[in-house]
Antibody, heavy 116, light 113 residues
Framework: QVQLVESGGGLVKPGGSLRLSCAAS????????MTWIRQAPGKGLEWVSHISSKGTTIFYADSVKGRFTISRDNAKNLVSLQMNSLKAEDTAVYYC?????????WGQGTLVTVSS | DIVMTQSPDSLAVSLGERATINCKSS????????????LAWYQQKPGQPPKLLIY???TRESGVPDRFRGSASGTDFTLTISSLQAEDVAVYFCQQYYGIPHTFGQGTRLEFK
């Protein structure tokens, strides 16, 4: 069955960096766009970034542009999010999701807390 | 960016009664080449990731009960739960996947009356 498992979250100081990873299994990873979506505590959902199946098309939300970098390794079924210059407002649960018609599979999420 | 606005923010419905959640997009999300609205609905329960319920504005995802129905009229979209069950208490989000960024509505919290 389809599984998406995020890792790499944690507590980081403002200005610091983290790298999130999402390990995919149970489907042909090479065929799908993959996306990172975040949810601040008690808040709604914010689309962060997505990457095309071959990694050639990438988009970012304005709120993270220039600070976050999405990448994928199709040989390892892995999508990553490098987050630099982190701010308090980046505190959220970060989900990776498979993009089909909408987002049909989501991971359980990994919590990123940016605080001094 | 396409702004998605849901109403109401919260809704209390009795067991077995109908629940209606609205979502309005700031511009059309209808792709003319296939006449499809690029609009999805999600259900999120506490401590869980969102679950896809509806895509193309009105197509139920596999396994979603038929009491969930999506409809569209121009830039107005509706999610209707025909007969509320205990397990339907959750927050519901609409999302457009027509334009980047794929924006979400702010969410509607559905509770028991």
């Amino acid at each position: 069955q389809v599984q998406l498992v995020e890792s790499g979250g944690g507590l980081v100081k403002p200005g610091g960096s983290l790298r999130l990873s999402c390990a995919a299994s149970g489907f042909n990873f090479n065929d799908y766009y993959m996306t990172w979506i975040r949810q601040a505590p008690g808040k709604g959902l914010e689309w962060v970034s997505h990457i095309s199946s071959k990694g050639t098309t990438i988009f970012y939300a304005d709120s993270v542009k220039g600070r976050f970098t999405i990448s994928r390794d199709n040989a390892k079924n892995l999508v990553s999010l490098q987050m630099n210059s982190l701010k308090a407002e980046d505190t959220a649960v970060y989900y990776c999701a498979r993009e089909a018609l909408g987002y049909d599979f989501w991971g359980q999420g990994t919590l990123v807390t940016v605080s001094s | 960016d396409i702004v998605m606005t849901q109403s109401p923010d919260s809704l209390a419905v009795s067991l077995g009664e109908r629940a209606t959640i609205n979502c309005k997009s700031s511009q059309s999300v209808l792709y003319s080449s296939n006449n499809k609205n690029y609009l999805a609905w999600y259900q999120q329960k506490p401590g869980q990731p969102p679950k896809l319920l509806i895509y193309w504005a009105s197509t139920r995802e596999s396994g979603v009960p038929d009491r969930f129905r999506g409809s569209a009229s121009g830039t107005d979209f509706t999610l209707t739960i025909s007969s509320l069950q205990a397990e339907d208490v959750a927050v519901y989000f609409c999302q457009q996947y027509y334009g980047i960024p794929h924006t979400f509505g702010q969410g509607t919290r559905l509770e028991f009356k």
